[in-house]
């Protein structure tokens, strides 16, 4: 059987584009699902899957739709967008989507693509592939192609670029891993966050966690790390975490340019996997570009990484706020879980002689943090910095103790 791949876009403005892309995926040897999610069918573009479905699947009618605003219509044919090709995905009866656009467009098919698998295959065309935009946020491993030109009039160079979308779409489907909402494991997996600034701890970490049999995932938390971590362990890719570095949850407080949101640190502990938590780089936010450190920030300690990034560092009332904060988070564990404090310092610019270390600051949060945290969940405290290896043979021993409590005992 042919694989079938979903094609979705608005036929009554650019249907001679989606055409061409059609028949592209066809000539690929691929079979095709079009899917019109124009205000209007068109009888030269006909689809499986007509507009007055789509707005159907969105909860109102292409007449009702036209009686509202334009942001009414958006709403309502993207959300039936993405449940009609998030449905086809699930039974089973398409094996790739692909959408193309420009700001609009590319914003109602990232509504889609993040109702999608990771490893499910995803491609976007568009006009502002170039831009850092919000309309790419949390689209996972969408394969994005800038178009060069406007999605507007099939001429020579979008059709260039139709093609290679095209047959880039059918490597990933025909050739691609075979697709489930969970890649097979051969190992257990788990998580393990990384900055710059914790990598000599988190590098030996996973040396040592590989040496016993686990495959270890490291994220780089820079907010989209953080948020990708979240979603893998909701979607059931890790068997396990090691939250080495939660900056991320500094960063949200001091409103910083790697934060990962207020949801940071939630889905370890509301699926109850084994979770090692550190107060890794947790006093450090970014700023990109340093102009942008706000006035308030100004009499703290601030260190330039490179020209185009500031670090600050939160004084001592921002960091005992700061570890309330996560330790509330890890408060919500329903699974076996271990605090472990390094209380020479959370990364390699905050420890003794580093830029922004502060002694007084960082005591005051480890003391804030054992007296928030819930008085069953264990802590330990090591006269270490983050980056030391003795620090980083506690954390693996701690994360294979957690690890044989969860799943070997039961």
């Known amino acids: 059987m042919k694989k079938t791949v979903a094609v979705f876009g608005t036929m009554d403005t650019k249907g001679e584009d989606y055409y061409f892309l059609k028949q592209e995926l066809e000539k690929a040897g691929l079979a095709t699902i079009l899917i019109d999610t124009g205000l209007q069918s068109m009888a030269e573009y006909p689809c499986e899957i007509t507009c007055d479905q789509v707005a ?175 979603l893998m362990i909701r979607q059931g890719f890790l068997d396990g975490v090691l939250d080495v570095t939660t900056g991320e949850i500094g960063q949200e407080y001091m409103g910083g340019t790697c934060t990962a949101g207020p949801h940071r640190l939630e889905a370890g502990p509301e699926t109850g996997i084994p979770m090692v938590v550190v107060p890794g780089a947790l006093t450090d936010a970014n700023f990109m570009p340093p102009s942008t450190v706000p006035e308030k920030y100004r009499n703290n300690k601030i260190y330039l990484h490179n020209p185009n990034l500031a670090l600050v560092r939160s004084d001592l009332k921002e960091s005992v706020e700061i570890g309330q904060i996560l330790a509330q988070k890890v408060n919500r564990c329903t699974g076996p879980v271990a605090f472990l404090i390094p209380e020479k310092g959370t990364s390699l610019y905050d420890s003794p002689g580093g830029p922004l270390y502060d002694e007084e600051a960082n005591r005051a949060m480890f003391d804030a943090i054992c007296q928030t945290l819930r008085r069953d969940i264990p802590v330990k405290r090591m006269d270490a910095t983050i980056n030391d290896p003795q620090f980083a043979q506690l954390i693996a021993e701690e994360f294979l103790t957690l690890y044989h409590q969860k799943y070997e005992e039961s």
């Not at 099939?154 to 909402?181: D, F, K, R, W």
């Open 56 to 230: 159907a699947a969105g909860g109102a009618s292409l007449e009702e739709i036209r009686k509202h605003e334009r942001t009414y219509a958006f709403e309502v044919i993207g959300k039936g967008s993405a449940h009609i090709v998030s449905q086809l995905c699930r039974e089973g009866k398409i094996h790739g989507a692909i959408s193309m656009g420009g700001g609009q467009g590319t914003l109602l098919a990232a509504m889609v693509m993040r109702e999608l698998p990771l490893g499910f295959p995803k491609v976007l065309v568009s006009t502002i592939a170039n831009l850092r935009t919000p309309p790419f946020e949390g689209i996972n491993d969408t394969l994005v192609m800038n178009s060069l030109v406007d999605v507007s009039g099939n001429n020579s160079i979008l059709q260039m670029v139709m093609a290679n979308a095209a047959h880039a779409m059918a490597g990933m489907v025909v050739y691609g891993q075979a697709q489930s909402s969970t890649p097979a494991k051969k190992k257990p997996r788990v998580g393990i966050t990384m900055f710059g600034i914790t990598t000599p701890c988190v590098d030996q970490v996973r040396k040592l966690l590989a040496g016993r049999g686990f495959e270890v995932i490291v994220f780089h938390v820079n907010g989209q790390g953080g948020k990708m971590l979240e």
